[in-house]
């Protein structure tokens, strides 16, 4: 993790929002609906700048997007509006590939694409 980029692993994103941070999955509708993080929100990358003061600013924030690289971008954008955010490194691949849920709308499992 550097100063500029906060990063996390799954496992540490899990502990996160276990003690109250939101999980916040950046990726576009068709990727949310095959299969998200079961406790994540779904806000897309491209409506961060316009919904951005109804986030918390009062827990830690986790970005995920598929493998981090969007994500990364949330996080430097939000952190430098005071945000407290954390990119969850390798995104949903990494989740998905150590074992953490991918569900659907309904609990269904889902998948990542």
Not at 99 to 108: A, E, F, K, M, Q
């Amino acid at each position: 993790m550097n100063a500029r980029l906060p990063e996390v692993d799954p496992n540490e994103a899990v502990e996160l929002v276990d003690d109250g941070a939101l999980l916040l999955d950046v990726r576009e509708m068709d990727e949310w609906q095959a299969g998200h993080a079961p406790d994540a929100r779904h806000v897309p990358m491209s409506t961060i700048p316009r919904v951005m003061r109804d986030l918390p600013t009062d827990v830690p924030i986790v970005a995920i997007c598929r493998s981090g690289r969007r994500s990364a971008e949330v996080t430097v954008y939000m952190n430098n509006a005071g945000f407290d955010v954390r990119n969850l490194e390798g995104g949903m691949q990494e989740w998905s590939a150590t074992g953490h849920p991918v569900v659907t709308d309904d609990g269904s499992p889902g998948m990542v694409i």
